[in-house]
């Protein structure tokens, strides 16, 4: 139901962006957000967009990335940034903030020189 893509490996300072499709039905319904887990750590919120469009970020990644939505095609976007080794780790969309739905594979997002 929630699929994410556009992962890969970036160099420090370097900027991604990722998507997320949604149904039509859970884009119109709920607010989405995007998760990450990094290697050997727990899965953690990174940001979510509410169905109005409000945006809400962890203090990790405030400022650095951007969160957004095109309902004309029920995807999510996750503009990254300023991207930092730390920001390495599989990508996940789900609805926010509880992630309600089952997870997906994810994207594999690897900030490395």
């Known amino acids: 139901q929630l699929q994410a893509s556009g992962g890969g490996l970036v160099q420090p300072g370097g900027s991604l962006r990722l998507s997320c499709a949604a149904s039509?039905?859970?884009?119109?319904?709920?607010?989405l957000g995007w998760y990450r887990q990094a290697p050997g750590m727990q899965r953690e919120w990174v940001a979510r967009?509410?169905?109005?469009?409000?945006?809400y970020y962890a203090d990790s990644v405030k400022g650095r990335f951007t969160i957004s939505r095109d309902n004309a095609k029920s995807t999510v976007y996750l503009q990254m940034n300023s991207l930092q080794p730390e920001d390495t780790a599989v990508f996940y969309c789900?609805?926010?903030?509880?992630?309600?739905?089952?997870w997906g594979q994810g994207t594999l997002v690897t900030v490395s020189s």
């Open positions: 789900n609805t926010a903030p509880n992630g309600l739905l089952p």
């Open positions: 039509g039905n859970i884009f119109r319904n709920v607010a």
């Open positions: 967009i509410t169905i109005s469009g409000a945006t």
